[in-house]
């Protein structure tokens, strides 16, 4: 069942195959290992809203199709917006002008 997936198994993947041990700042593999347990989990992949669509843990309010089809993953890809916001990455909404301010002095 669903109980015994391996959702580190997953992790791992994600993280050492297709980043391909690529992040070597202590801190900047917590922060993905974090995101990976944010959004890679049962709660997030296994669950449905109310409409039969299955929810997401993304601030940005994403419905993944319940087919296999390409397409339909693709629509849902391109429907996305061109930038990030922060709180999509759980940021507070000022942290642009924090940034900057780092920046600039």
């Known amino acids: ?33 974090s995101y990976l347990e944010q959004l890679f989990h049962l709660q997030v992949i296994g669950s449905l809203n109310a409409r039969g669509k299955k929810k997401t843990g993304f601030s940005y309010l994403i419905s993944l199709p319940n087919s296999c089809s390409i397409l339909d993953y693709r629509n849902i890809i391109e429907s996305l917006p061109e ?19 780092m920046i600039s002095s």
């Not at 709180?87 to 940034?99: Q, V």
């Open 83 to 101: 930038d990030d916001k922060p709180d999509f990455f759980g940021l507070p909404a000022n942290i642009a002008r924090s940034s900057q301010r």
């Open 1 to 33: 069942g669903s109980k015994d997936f391996q959702w580190e198994f997953v992790h791992g993947l994600f993280e050492n195959a297709i980043y391909g041990g690529r992040v070597d700042n202590y801190f900047d593999m917590r922060v993905l290992r």
